[in-house]
Each structure stands twice: as C-alpha cells, then as structure tokens.
C-alpha cells in the first residue's frame, strides 16, 4: 500500500490566487522537499489530518478553515485559495485510491505548510511557503482506549496555542511513555494541574451525570470532533477539571478526526465503571448519524 503525495514549494504553481491549480500526485517516495525547508529544520509548519470514507474527505471545510487558522497564529502564509487545496486533495486520493493506495473505504488524508526553503537561521526569511498533501490508508480504531497520565504539561501560555503545529516531538514522546505503560494514549494536564488533552485528542468526562471538557482556555487544540460533538450534545466546556477527575469520572471518551468518538475503558490501569456509558453511546449514535447523513458538516 502506498501513500501518494502532492507538493507545491511555491513560485505560483500548485493553485494559489493567481495560478490555475495543476496538481501531479506521486508515490511518496518520489516525492521532494529542498532540504533547507524551515519544516524540517525548526519545525515551522502547520497541518490537517483527516478521515476519508470511500474517497471523500470528512469535514473538509473545518479542516481548511483550522489551517488557516493556525496558520495566522503562527505567522504562515497560506497564499492556496480552498479551491486549490481541494483539487490537491482529489488528486492525491484519487491517485491513492488508484494506485492501491489503501484498498477499502478507509484512508488518511494530511495536508501540511511549512515555512519554505530558506538560508540557515531561525531568522532567514523564506521566498514562499510550501504545500505538502499525503493520502494513504486508514486505521480503525478498535475498542475502547487505554490512557496514561504523564508528567510532562501541556502550557496554555505558549505562543502557537490554539495551532496544529508540526513541532510535536514532545507528545511524540508523551505518546511513547504511554505505549510504555500498555496504555494507547497519553493525556496531559497544564502546569496548573488541570486537565488539557490527549496527544492526539480531546478528552470528555461525564462526573454526577454532566458531560464536560476542557475548555480552550487550558490550551487543549479546539479539535474538529471536538467542535462537532459540542454541536451535537449538550457539553459544560471547564477550565477545572483535574486528572484525578478524569481517574474518577463515571465514563469518558476520547475524540479525533480519524478515531471519531472512541470510549475510554481505563486510565493508569484502573477501569473506568462504564463502558462504554450511556452519554458515551449517546454521543456515538449522534456522531454516526451525522457522519452517515453529511460528508462535510
């Protein structure tokens, strides 16, 4: 199975305001970024990942409005209007889909800008961004999750807060501890003790019958699920939530754009008392219904 990939470093071509958009997917490894791109070198980049249900993207619209959005927390350029990223978009899935790419109706879709090439130094100044869009197969999430609390914070007050950022080594190790401890994700609380989010998700807890989450205030990513889910049910967004909240919560679940709304079954070893919970079930009923109604809600 091979993932198929599309990129633009710049210069006009690839579908930006003033070019027509000309898309040529690639196997991955054909693929080329310069070696200088800030990406690479700092870090300095933004992406989307999503869920592609028989060659459609799901929420597609969210995605490119979040792209935006953490691009302009970050300072980035994106000069490609929606149009020219979704022309990328078909053209690598198609492609994917094409060329066995993944071979049922599952598949991952990312779309990723960096700073660009550029000369050495955290302050050289690129010429252009750069657009890299991947798509290949998909994994299905099975059963419900097993999460491991760590040390390490997630820091409301840092500058890209609120951005999808490539620079994720840190929940890239959080996660490793995690699988360490038998666990399939990490969650993370801020250095104020409370309660955040996961590496790769949002965190949902149901304490005295109330769903709640954490709110953006503690610097947990505002997730597409996330958003989608707060539409669907009544939530109680707090800003006080505690890992030891979570520890006793009577259910809990956890949500992303490729694991949708995935029941917790334990936190640090101890199981939880239901699961998966009635608001847990509830909450799944309402996000199939709507996937299965709307590709792009």
Do not use: I
């Not at 991955?28 to 980049?45: K, M, Q």
């Not at 869920?51 to 302009?72: D, E, I, Y």
């Not at 996937?291 to 792009?296: C, E, K, P, T, V």
Request: with cysteine; charged share 20%.
């Amino acid at each position: 199975m091979t993932t198929w990939v599309w990129v633009d470093g710049g210069g006009g071509r690839g579908g930006r305001d003033d070019a027509a958009p000309h898309p040529v997917a690639v196997p991955a490894d054909e693929a080329r970024v310069p070696a200088l791109d800030r990406g690479l070198l700092l870090g300095e980049g933004v992406y989307e990942t999503l869920k592609v249900v028989a060659g459609t993207p799901f929420a597609l619209t969210r995605h490119l409005a979040r792209l935006r959005r953490s691009a302009a927390v970050v300072g980035l350029e994106v000069p490609w209007d929606d149009g020219a990223l979704r022309t990328a978009c078909e053209a690598v899935v198609a492609a994917a889909r094409g060329g066995g790419g993944w071979p049922g109706d599952l598949g991952r879709l990312r779309l990723t800008v960096t700073g660009g090439a550029a000369p050495l130094g955290p302050g050289a100044v690129a010429a252009s961004p750069a657009l890299v869009v991947a798509a290949g197969p998909g994994t299905a999430w099975a059963g419900p999750a097993r999460l491991a609390t760590v040390p390490w914070t997630r820091n409301p007050d840092r500058p890209s807060r609120g951005a999808k950022v490539t620079s994720a080594l840190d929940d890239v190790l959080a996660l490793a501890e995690a699988r360490r401890r038998d666990a399939d994700e990490a969650v993370l609380a801020t250095p104020a003790g409370v309660l955040a989010e996961g590496t790769g998700s949002n965190v949902f807890v149901v304490l005295d019958g109330v769903l709640s989450t954490p709110s953006l205030a503690t610097g947990c990513l505002p997730g597409v699920t996330r958003e989608l889910v707060c539409e669907l049910v009544p939530v109680v967004p707090r800003d006080d939530l505690t890992l030891a909240d979570l520890r006793r919560a009577d259910e809990a679940f956890v949500t992303s754009s490729t694991r949708d709304v995935q029941p917790v079954a334990s936190v640090d070893g101890v199981a939880l008392p239901s699961v998966p919970g009635p608001a847990t079930e509830a909450v799944v009923a309402a996000f199939g219904s709507l996937q299965g109604s709307a590709s792009d809600p």
